[in-house]
């Protein structure tokens, strides 16, 4: 039987993050990964991994939490083909579409009170 692990391991930690170091910048940016704060997280993860004064594993690991913050070039092109569809089968249906035979709506007869 297939069994597979749980994204967060026993510290609450995501598993992927194990072998990332235990400095505080880093220990900040995966709570905020875990907590779903995905704005810090590209925020200071940023600036991170792009300081000069951090050791290249301090770096590595904010480049990795950045990264997984950023959406599925798929899932992205996927969204824009649906868009797509939908404006062009509005359009076609709002310049080709009639109403069914028969179902006109009935004009009103004038009424023939006295």
């Known amino acids: 039987m297939l069994t597979l692990s749980p994204p967060m391991g026993v510290d609450g930690r995501p598993n992927f993050t194990k072998d990332f ?3 505080p910048g880093v220990d900040g940016l995966v709570d905020a990964f875990a907590r779903g704060d995905y704005a810090y997280v590209r925020g200071e993860g940023r600036r991170l991994a792009g300081s000069d004064g951090e050791p290249e594993e301090v770096r590595k690991a904010a480049r990795i939490l950045v990264e997984r913050t ?6 992205v092109w996927l969204l824009v083909i649906a868009g797509t569809l939908l404006v062009a089968m509005t359009a076609y249906w ?3 579409g ?3 035979p028969g179902h006109a709506p009935a004009s009103a007869a004038p009424s023939s009170s006295s």
Do not use: K
């Not at 950023?70 to 899932?75: V, W």
């Open 94 to 96: 709002v310049g080709h």
């Open 98 to 100: 009639q109403a069914p």
């Open 70 to 75: 950023q959406p599925d070039p798929l899932a």
């Open 21 to 23: 170091p235990r400095v």
